[in-house]
Every structure is written in structure tokens, then in C-alpha cells.
């Protein structure tokens, strides 16, 4: 399972776009829902931006 700190790395970008007081909120759910390799970057950043607008989080 990615750590809280590995998945903020890997989409600093995704998570830039939203407002800052969704962050924590979007790394527990992109956590919740990846059970993908580690080192999959790429999965990470598409599940991100997934939940990010399926939930529709305000941006700055």
C-alpha cells in the first residue's frame, strides 16, 4: 500500500490543482481505491485525477 507522503509525490501536480483543505481527503481516497503496484506512477495520477473529478473538489 502507497504511503500517505508516496502518493502526494507522485501527483504534487493533481493534488496543486485542488484546494489546499481537500488534500488529505483525496489522498485517503486515492488510497482507498489503489491496489496497484508502488511504482505505478502513472495509475496513481489517473486514479487521482479520477476521484478528484468524480467528487468534484473545489480548486484553488
Request: charged share 25%; hydrophobic share 40%.
Amino acid at each position: 500500500m502507497l504511503t500517505t507522503e508516496q502518493i502526494e509525490n507522485v501527483a504534487a501536480e493533481v493534488i496543486q490543482g485542488i484546494a489546499p483543505e481537500y488534500h488529505a481527503e483525496l489522498v485517503k481516497e486515492t488510497r482507498r481505491r489503489y491496489h496497484g503496484p508502488a511504482d505505478d506512477t502513472a495509475a496513481v495520477i489517473d486514479l487521482m485525477q479520477n476521484v478528484a473529478a468524480t467528487r468534484h473538489y473545489p480548486t484553488r
